[in-house]
């Protein structure tokens, strides 16, 4: 199985900053990763697909860049309703895993 | 709008079977393949199944394989998880979620619409 592994695993951070998560791949998952957003007692929600790919209706400070093994989610200028947990998600293997996670939340 | 609502779920014993279920309403169930993905308490996403839209392929996460089987009834527009043998640490909160798949990104996929989840208590 490929490994998802997410860093850092939870930041503190004021509204306006700019944020960046990483996640590395254990093996060439070429373009294929995407990024969900998930708050506490709702659905998950996806951000990022194709690396960087903005999903309809997303926010454009949320962007996303990598291929390969190493890929990033960037927030421009972090609001209120960004806190929360974001995942990577690999779908280049038949077991489309997701990293450990990187809970965000307020400095 | 597309609804997604997971049901079946509870407390069981260790060694016991449950089977979920998930409704789909909104969108033409038959065309799309779906996931299961499930979140124990205090710890991150972990997806479990895939069964394409047709009901031929399937996947299931190595922490599940041989215990649990994704199946699918498009007459129904509903998804199903059969959990056989359930241990403590399948305790969770299971998500059904639809494959979207964009050709022109390369035939990239991405878990599109999710239910709001179903608990399964392993104790």
């Known amino acids: 199985d490929i490994q998802m592994t997410q860093s850092p695993s939870s930041l503190s951070a004021s509204v306006g900053d700019r944020v960046t998560i990483t996640c590395r791949a254990s093996?060439?998952?070429?373009?294929?990763l995407n990024w969900y957003q998930h708050k506490p007692g709702r659905a998950p929600k996806v951000l990022i697909y194709?690396?960087?790919n903005l999903v309809r209706g997303v926010p454009s400070r949320f962007s996303g860049s990598g291929s390969g093994t190493d890929f990033t989610l960037t927030i421009s200028r972090l609001q209120t309703e960004d806190f929360a947990t974001y995942y990577c998600q690999q779908t280049y293997s038949t077991s489309p895993g997701f990293g450990g996670g990187t809970k965000v939340d307020i400095k | 709008q597309v609804q997604l609502v997971e049901s079946g779920g509870g407390v069981v014993q260790p060694g016991r079977s449950l089977r979920l279920s998930c409704t789909a309403s909104?969108?033409?169930?038959?065309?799309?393949?779906m996931h299961w993905v499930r979140q124990a308490p205090g710890k991150g996403l972990e997806w479990v199944a895939f069964i394409s839209f047709d009901g031929n392929k399937r996947d299931h996460a190595a922490s599940v394989a041989g215990r649990f089987i994704v199946s699918r009834d498009n007459s129904k527009n509903t998804l199903y998880l059969q959990m056989n043998s359930l241990r403590r640490e399948d305790t969770a909160v299971y998500y059904c979620a639809t494959d979207e798949v964009v050709a022109a990104a390369e035939g990239a996929t991405y878990c599109d619409h999710w239910g709001h989840g179903t608990l399964i208590i392993v104790s």
């Open positions: 194709g690396a960087f």
């Open positions: 909104g969108l033409t169930f038959g065309a799309y393949g």
């Open positions: 093996q060439n998952v070429g373009k294929y």
